[in-house]
């Protein structure tokens, strides 16, 4: 099968076609570097002769890209078949751009190697005729060996390392650019993560309480009992109403019509307590702290507000605890409430509670645990269970939400 040779750049079209044309017109004007019977030195005294290693090197142009070190080789052939013709001074500068083009497409062994080679040849052309003849203008040699390889090869080398500095330049701006996407992504993430998280805390107690008191008022035909259950929803609304606008606010621009309120803190779960028991449970808080960073202020306070939103939906009727406990650089949150078999929850939930107190104690490089645990007494659940939500948050912070 045939072997197709890949097509030339066509800037290397342009090169040769340049460079066979302006060597057609010096052959056709008589300029040859070389006059014939020169002292013996031109072997191939005939003008035509020439031509060959003029057409074959500007045919090598055609390689400088796709195949260089194979065009640099046929070159150097060409040039020693030049110097023994009258010879043309094209060839010459085409053979000058195979080398620069050999150092700048090859390999990176190549572009290591022929400046070294071209370089050796420079000292040994200047060197060896001088010593040879004993005369200084024997140097000029050098000087032509080195005009014409070492100086096209040298600016080859440079080149190419501002090309590889150019694109390493341009790699590590794209990989710059794709970090800084990843990290605007992820901030995006975790910023709807927390919204999330705050958005379910405040307003998923409101509406349980609301549900579950409509649906009292709604089975229940009893004025007073739907008097109150009015009255808890009617509560629960504003405040839900409340907690959305603080919400809203903490979206907005400082610059606009709202100003976000301060986040909630522990001296808040009071009135979060008499909250919950208006709505129905049995609740009692215990809790010793002193004042403590914001972050772990607001994550302990929606990690109570949520288990308490949970045992308004879900736990069984009896005694729930909240107990705040501070030691050293922790602080120690527990909430029970009473486990054992219910026909179904109470309002539908989304089932995002948990995970969002997980995320929240995690954030703070806290440890969290919910399940359910034997009661130490009996009497707090029919089956002896209760639901326990315990988190461990750090009081010393390395980081916040």
Known sequence: MAVRLPRPHRDDVRIAVAGLLGGLLLWVLGLFPRPAGDNGIVLWSPEWAALLPLVVTAGCELLRRT??????????????????????????????DLVYAAVLYGTPASARRIPWITGLLTVLAAVV?????????????GVGVGVVGLAPATTGLIVRHHRDTAAAERLR?????LLAEIDRTQAVTAERARMARELHDMVANHLSAIAIHSTAAISLDDPDTTKDALGIIRENSVEGLAEM??????????????????????DGLGALVDTARANGLDVTLDTTHVKLPAPVELAAYRIVQESLTNALKHASPGRVTVTLAQQD????????SPYGDRDGPRAPGSGAGLVGMRERVALLGGTFEAGPESAPDADVSRDGKIWTVHATLPTTLGGTE
């Open 67 to 96: 195949m260089p070190r194979t065009g640099l080789l046929i070159g150097v052939v060409m040039l020693t078949v030049d110097t023994i013709t009258r010879g043309n001074v094209a060839t010459v500068v085409l053979f000058t």
């Open 129 to 141: 005729p001088v010593a040879v003849w004993q005369v200084p203008e024997a140097i000029l040699i």
């Open 173 to 177: 701006a794209e990989q710059t650019a």
């Open 245 to 266: 606008r603080r919400l809203i606010g903490i979206l907005r621009d400082s610059s606009g019509d709202t100003e976000p309120s301060a986040a909630p803190t522990l």
């Open 329 to 336: 650089s922790t602080l120690s949150l527990r909430v029970t």
